[in-house]
């Protein structure tokens, strides 16, 4: 079975975007392929986070993934920081990079810009960090977002590097498995094409019931369709995404009849889509109550998830320490 790795940032709580994308792919990757799937603790230190908030974000992440049904009986699901072996594969990678295209990284170049009094060598070896993650399991595949494209080159290049210059063929060049093209999109209701947390108009999986109608009742619309049949402009096809996301069938063909026939009434519309997501949410929402208030039963899977990564992350560096030249 094919290896996949990929690492979850623990940056805020999962909305609906989030659950379309990235959550249903390894929902469904899970049962195809032998997935390790982390918390990337390590690397949110590039941003230099309050202690307290490292370990209430690596829950709160922990918690709603489960909750949206990643089983730690078919994927291993770890804390990046539990597995230490992939710091000595990050060191050994370090030695084969060069700072000219460390430097050269878009994703470097940005934080940089962002944050310039904290240009550490952390947020500059990003990209072995991120390589060491996926090739400590010799991952072949990686589920990124398009903005994860240029680290993914990273890593395939100082794979392809140490295979090189240790004449070895140790790791395989992972590919990245696309989200963006196996996913569906969830527009924003704010009438832009995405729904994103930078973009500030997010339906988490933890909103209740009224904060949901609050937020899809300020949905932008227009002025209605002006003959039958016509094409739904941005902001409308928008509002049916929803519909087709969490509601049924015959509530999609409804409206899409009430707006072909140019009777419908956004209003109804709103509501509907507001009732369907709540519903929709709903169990997610008391499955992740339910994981976030047994912070024991959270460390267990940590753990054992843990116990099971490390046992593959040993298994590679036993053989890196060999090649390299190391008798351990
Ligand atoms: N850099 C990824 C992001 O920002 C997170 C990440 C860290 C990752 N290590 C990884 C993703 C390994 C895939 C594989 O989203």
Redesign the pocket.
């Known amino acids: 079975m094919e290896t996949v790795?990929?690492?979850i940032?623990p940056t805020g709580n999962l909305h609906l975007g989030n659950y379309f994308g990235a959550v249903k792919s390894f929902l469904q990757m899970q049962n195809e392929y032998n997935c390790y799937f982390f918390i990337?603790d390590w690397?949110s230190l590039t941003t230099r986070p309050k202690p307290e908030n490292i370990i209430k974000s690596t829950q709160t992440i922990l918690a709603e993934y489960l909750a949206c049904g990643i089983d730690p009986e078919k994927a291993t699901i770890y804390i990046q920081s539990d597995v230490k072996e992939v710091l000595e594969l990050y060191l050994y990678l370090n030695m084969n990079a060069y700072l000219g295209e460390m430097e050269r990284c878009t994703t470097f170049k940005e934080k940089a810009r962002k944050q310039p009094d904290n240009v550490n060598a952390g947020l500059l070896t990003y990209p072995t960090l991120?390589a060491a993650?996926?090739l400590i399991h010799r991952g072949v595949k990686?589920p990124?977002?398009k903005d994860?494209e240029q680290?993914m080159e990273m890593t395939r290049k100082f794979a392809r590097r140490f295979n090189t210059v240790y004449e070895t063929e140790i790791f395989p060049e992972p590919a990245s498995f696309s989200l963006a093209a196996k996913a569906l999109k969830v527009p924003g209701l704010d009438g832009s094409g995405k729904m994103g947390k930078s973009e500030g108009n997010c339906i988490y999986l933890m909103d209740d019931t009224e904060t949901i109608r609050k937020k899809v009742m300020k949905a932008v619309t227009d002025s209605g369709p002006i003959a039958p049949n016509s094409e739904k402009p941005e902001v409308i096809k928008n509002l049916f995404t929803f519909l087709d996301l969490v509601s049924t069938k015959d509530t999609y063909a409804y409206f899409n009849e009430k707006w072909n026939d140019c009777s419908i009434r956004y209003g109804d519309l709103k509501k509907q889509i507001a009732l369907d997501i709540a519903a929709f949410n709903a169990p997610i929402r008391e499955r992740i109550k339910e994981y976030s208030s047994n912070t024991d039963l959270l460390d267990k899977i940590a753990k054992s998830g843990a116990d099971k990564a490390r046992e593959s992350a040993t298994k590679t560096l036993k053989e890196v320490r060999e090649i390299i030249g190391f008798r351990f």
Do not use: E, L
């Open positions: 790795v990929s690492g940032r990337a690397h991120m993650d996926i990686v990124v977002g994860q680290n």
